[in-house]
């Protein structure tokens, strides 16, 4: 039915949505879920229609809706129903949900409805069947021939550009022969697709074990909105199971998926999988791709040419029809939570949507976060369990080496102050059998701080409370939070000492160690620098798949994911860096961190041995790691969970307010918790208590004062409504830039 006028959500940080008339022109074309443009003070603005024949102020003006370019809805009403509930659980503008549910291209007023990439084609128009038609066509025009004969030979349709500059036909040669009628030229629409490039591997038809094939089974007879918790060790397969589950679901149903991924770094190995079983079926959705790509991407999802969408947390969205599954790998991992507004967490949001979608869930991790851990043992999530590694394999040997007490005479060693006796052994005896190493340390740089040597002062950064890291290739003294940058100080800046001193170890110096102890080592280093070029995640892997790296040194993003059969030895160098930082998850990540990386060790026959070198031995995640034994971790972590209660022992909102002057920040903190408080006590809201204000653990960022109050709560839905009345109703005003973070289910406090 034609509109009269529609509610629209809006891209601005305000609650609400507004009301705009629709003309004639626009009536059969505007509905929910459909985009439209419409002026906002002076400009025009991208929003989402979220209901029609809104009811009407006879005495007021309204607007009216400029544009309606969508042919139709941006939003099933599944996805829809998804996104309203983001905004309600986070305590955000549902406008700016819409808006990251969209591709770039697709939310600016100047962009509304670009036009799709198209490539110039040649086409044989006439045949030419015996050679003596040919003779006569071509008897004065021998570069014709050759030409109409290579398009021949291509199948009789080729991209202009392949003919031009892979094949070196002359654009006049191609014109020639559509002015004479034997080819035409026409243009077709084109998909710019990232993963295009790499060779597709093909596909490998392996046989699920009787676990594996239980687990399938048990997961494709599901219940529309069950969620599955599928806890299976390092090796166990998942990722057959993630495969042959969808083969059921998307080509024997008849439905589509999603399969979100953690890592960057892991979409190539992941993608590779899929397009080997399915093929064109398979469309990739992440940050990392051009506006381009990811336009192309959703439009081929949007008109059901495509229907597995992998990708990272964004991927969630993908504007798929008739889904039925939902898999988030690697659920564990805190890169599913979005840093900027809407502060969502994909896992939980997939979770929304599969539910919506009338379709299952199924949480992958050979780690489980605590919050699903705790969903699966009171029974809200279906626990599945793979126990064993593919093929009989065993799992890893663990060894600790105790770094405290070391003799002075490894101390006096560069070398050794890193790597103990046992590390250095196992390498040496892994590269010498033609085998491969994976070596972990969780920090990038060269060194964590510089340091006088007279007067004991740390180089800072500026603009925040953080000390400023030394990198090497530029030498540089860089904040990982603000850029900041200066050049290395050959001088204390307080007391004028000459003597500074770089403390602390990062994965530069490592791998210079590396190099200068091992000259005959291939050493890869991957992290942040070496990973921000395009397809620099792929091309190191590559290369360890192909065996042209001995060791892989790496940050976190090597620690999960990875299979090759040839790496036997990982090495864990320094498993305290983030185990006491001043955050409930310390503990939880540092295992994670551990046990998966450990899991990247003897996944072949070769079998495997891993290191953790620490300080801290007697340590429960230590010890857990040690033994593979995740159930030990989480008895003793839901323990120190208690008391003081966190997640999942209680739900928990972080609420961060930030300004450029340090005491209205404070002021405004305290005006918070107090209205909080005023809020809990007049409304008689029980089993919800507010801690704070103080400053964060990083009081300041960019230039920002930063302090945060915690909201704990026993009850979802109280927290809910707490967190939307201080969104709606608590006016952050200042002088300062004052800004008000709501954080739910926060995954770091820092």
Known sequence: MPRAAVSVALPVPLHGTYTYRVDEQHAERVEPGSRVVVPVRGRRVVGVVTAGDPVLDPGREYRVVLEAPDDSPSFTPALMATCRWIAEYYATPLGLVFRAALPALLTGPGKASPAPRTRRVASLATPLATLVERDTVFKRAPKQRVAWELLESLGGRVPIEHLEHQLGVSSSVITALARRGLVTIEREVTMRDAFARRPRKPSVELQPTPAQQSTIDALTSGAPGTVFLLHGVTGSGKTLVYIETLRRIVMEQGRSAIVLVPEIALTPQTVDRFRAAFGNQVAVLHSALSDGERLDAWRAIHSGERRIVVGARSA?????????????????????????????????????????????????????????????????????????????????????????GRKPADLASPFRRVFSEPLETALHETIARGEQAILLLNRRGFSAFVQCGECGDIAACPNCSISLTVHRAPERMTCHYCGHSEPIRVACIKCGGATVRERGLGTQQVERLLLDHLPSARVARMDVDTTSARWAHADILDRVARREVDILLGTQMIAKGLDFPNVTLVGVIDADVGMSLPDFRAAERSFQLMAQVAGRAGRGPKGGHVYIQTRLPDHHAVRAAVEHDFRAFVRQEMLDREFPPYPPTVRLANIVFSATDEPETAATAERGASFLKGLIEGRKVEGIHVIGPAPCPIDRIKNRFRWHLLIRSVNSGRLTRVLGYLATHFDPESRFDMRLVIDRDPVTLL
């Open 316 to 404: 969630v969205f993908a504007p798929l029809t008739n889904v039925g599954a939902i898999i988030v790998d690697e659920e564990h991992e805190a890169s599913y939570k979005q840093g900027e507004t809407p502060r969502y967490h994909a896992r939980d949001v997939a979770v929304m949507r599969a539910r919506a979608e009338g379709a299952i869930t199924v949480l992958g991790s050979a780690t489980p976060s605590l919050e699903s851990w705790a969903n699966a043992q009171r029974g809200a999530y279906h626990l599945l369990n793979l126990p064993d590694r593919v093929g009989g394999g065993a799992l890893p040997r663990v060894q600790v080496v105790d770094l405290r």
